[in-house]
Every structure is written in C-alpha cells, then in structure tokens.
C-alpha cells in the first residue's frame, strides 16, 4: 500500500521499551537525511516509535549529462 509516496513495510525491529524483537506495526519506509532508507513504525506492545536502519543508500536517478556551453 503506498500512501504520500512511501510504502508500508512488516519488517523486524528491537523495542528500547519492551527489550525484545518485535515485528514493526504500520512501518513506513523513509529516506534519511544522509540518503539511506530506513523504516518507521510502531512496536505492536507498548506502541513506542521502532525505527530500523535498512542496508545502502538510496538509489536516485541518473541526471543527464548538460551539454557544454557552446563557443561564440
């Protein structure tokens, strides 16, 4: 399901609160600020923000190469 651009996600996470795994509830996965994914969610006890760091960066697409200005 994809919801303002991003997709839930049932992934694995460890609750601070509860000191177990837990399956992440209502998991978003979201780019951070230096690029690599990650996803969002809930612990399903306790309801405390899980937040897991997901491997590599995100991928963006290539820009094409800008044509060199031409001489006059």
């Known amino acids: 399901m994809v919801r303002g651009g991003r997709e839930k996600f049932m992934a694995e996470g460890y609750c601070v609160k509860c000191k177990a795994k837990k399956e992440i509830t209502d998991g978003v996965e979201e780019i951070m600020?230096?690029?690599?994914?990650?996803?969002?969610?809930k612990c399903p006890t306790c309801g405390t923000v899980m937040f897991k760091i997901l491997g590599g960066k995100a991928v963006t697409p290539p820009t094409p190469p800008t044509p060199p200005p031409a001489a006059s």
């Open 33 to 41: 600020k230096n690029g690599r994914k990650a996803i969002k969610g």
